[in-house]
Nanobody, 122 residues
Framework: QGHLVESGGGSVQAGGSLRLSCAFS????????LGWFRQAPGKEREGVAV???????TYGDSVKGRFTISKDNAKNTLTLQMSSLEPEDTAIYYC????????????????WGQGTQVTVSS
C-alpha cells in the first residue's frame, strides 16, 4: 500500500514562495505518475501539476510559469516549488501517486497524502 506524506505548507504574503515536499513509500518503484492537487474551500479539487515516469510534466493553466514540479527517485520525494504566490493559490495541497503510465491532470490517482495547508495573504 502506498503511503504519502506532505510537508512544507504554511502562510505567506502574496508574491512570496513556498516549497512543498511529499515523501512516498510502499509503491515499490511503480509510481509511474506523481502529482500535486489542491482544493480551496467551497471549490472542487484542481490539478496543479503532474510528472510522469520519464520526467515529463504538465501544469494547470493557473500555475504555469509560477510552479515547478520535480521528483527525486533516489529519495522517493516529490516537490512543488511555488513562486509568485497569489491569494487565489490558498488551498489544501495534496500529493498523489498512480501506477498507470497515463499521466495527465485528469488521471485517476489511487494513492493520496493527507494534505498540507497553504495560505497566501494579500
Amino acid at each position: 500500500q502506498g503511503h504519502l506524506v506532505e510537508s512544507g505548507g504554511g502562510s505567506v504574503q502574496a508574491g512570496g514562495s513556498l516549497r512543498l515536499s511529499c515523501a512516498f513509500s510502499g509503491l515499490n518503484g511503480r509510481e509511474r505518475c506523481l502529482g500535486w492537487f489542491r482544493q480551496a474551500p467551497g471549490k472542487e479539487r484542481e490539478g496543479v501539476a503532474v510528472i510522469a515516469q520519464d520526467a515529463s510534466t504538465t501544469y494547470g493553466d493557473s500555475v504555469k510559469g509560477r510552479f515547478t514540479i520535480s521528483k527525486d527517485n533516489a529519495k522517493n520525494t516529490l516537490t512543488l516549488q511555488m513562486s509568485s504566490l497569489e491569494p487565489e493559490d490558498t488551498a489544501i495541497y495534496y500529493c498523489a501517486a498512480e501506477r498507470s503510465l497515463w499521466c495527465e491532470l485528469d488521471t485517476s490517482f489511487t494513492y493520496w497524502g493527507q494534505g498540507t495547508q497553504v495560505t497566501v495573504s494579500s
